[in-house]
């Protein structure tokens, strides 16, 4: 079976500075790994996902993170953060062959003026 | 491309009745999925389509939910018989394949 941990239930951190959220998954299986975004009373934005390739893949509003199997993770970074990506940060895991995805509990990251 | 639709954004209702919520996915999107998602988790998968079948639901679906996907396009969710533990945001999302899930703004469920 998968699944995904997000250790990090909240993360302040003052604007412009460097943030990470992180996540692990366990899956016996080559996965797909995900990262969206939820602003308060909406639904799920798709920041990045990993599917094969690279293992440093980038996203929308200056977010990256980076697919590391050996240690079972997927880790969101972003070098300067803004006011504007207050929000809960999801991370989620799928496989070939399956269709539902995995979420993690979720990292509300609030940034501060 | 619109992206994928939902109705009602919000809903209140009382215990014991009944609601029905639609999605419309995104066009020539084939898959379609429910969620659900209570207050501080993650979304937790309900159900599946891939056209108008429905290819699995989960055992958080009891027999009081029934969704539909008539035609292959906009799908309904059903919960008979409501109760407060039901309520909780309701997401739909869609795709082509297996990766990559675009998602709706939700139905936000509320039974009293």
């Known amino acids: 079976a998968q699944s995904v941990t997000q250790l990090d239930s909240q993360v302040p951190v003052f604007e412009e500075a460097p943030v990470e959220l992180r996540c692990n998954y366990s899956?016996?299986?080559?996965?797909?790994l995900f990262w969206y975004v939820q602003y308060p009373n909406q639904g799920l934005q798709l920041l990045l996902k990993?599917?094969?390739?690279?293992?440093l893949v980038k996203g929308i509003n200056g977010f990256e993170a980076e697919f590391n199997k050996s240690q079972t993770s997927f880790h969101l970074r972003k070098p300067s953060v803004h006011i504007s990506d207050t929000a809960e940060y999801f991370c989620?895991?799928?496989?070939?062959?399956?269709?539902?995805?995995?979420f993690g509990t979720g990292t509300r990251l609030k940034v501060l003026a | 491309d619109t992206g994928v639709s939902q109705n009602p954004r919000h809903k209140i209702t009382k215990r014991g009745q009944n609601v029905t919520f639609r999605c419309d996915p995104i066009?020539?999107?084939?898959?379609l999925y429910w969620y659900r998602q209570t207050l501080g988790q993650g979304p937790e998968f309900l159900t599946y389509?891939?056209?108008?079948?429905?290819?699995?639901k989960s055992r958080l679906l009891s027999d009081r939910f029934s969704a539909e996907r008539p035609k292959g396009s906009f799908s309904t969710l059903e919960i008979q018989r409501t109760e407060q533990g039901d309520s909780a945001m309701y997401l739909c999302?869609?795709?082509?394949?297996?990766?990559?899930?675009?998602f709706g703004p939700g139905t936000r469920l509320t039974v009293l």
């Open positions: 989620a895991v799928s496989s070939t062959g399956t269709y539902k995805y995995i």
């Open positions: 389509f891939q056209n108008e079948a429905q290819l699995e």
């Open positions: 899956s016996s299986v080559s996965v797909y």
């Open positions: 990993y599917l094969s390739g690279s293992t």
């Open positions: 999302a869609s795709s082509t394949h297996e990766d990559t899930q675009y």
């Open positions: 066009s020539e999107h084939n898959r």
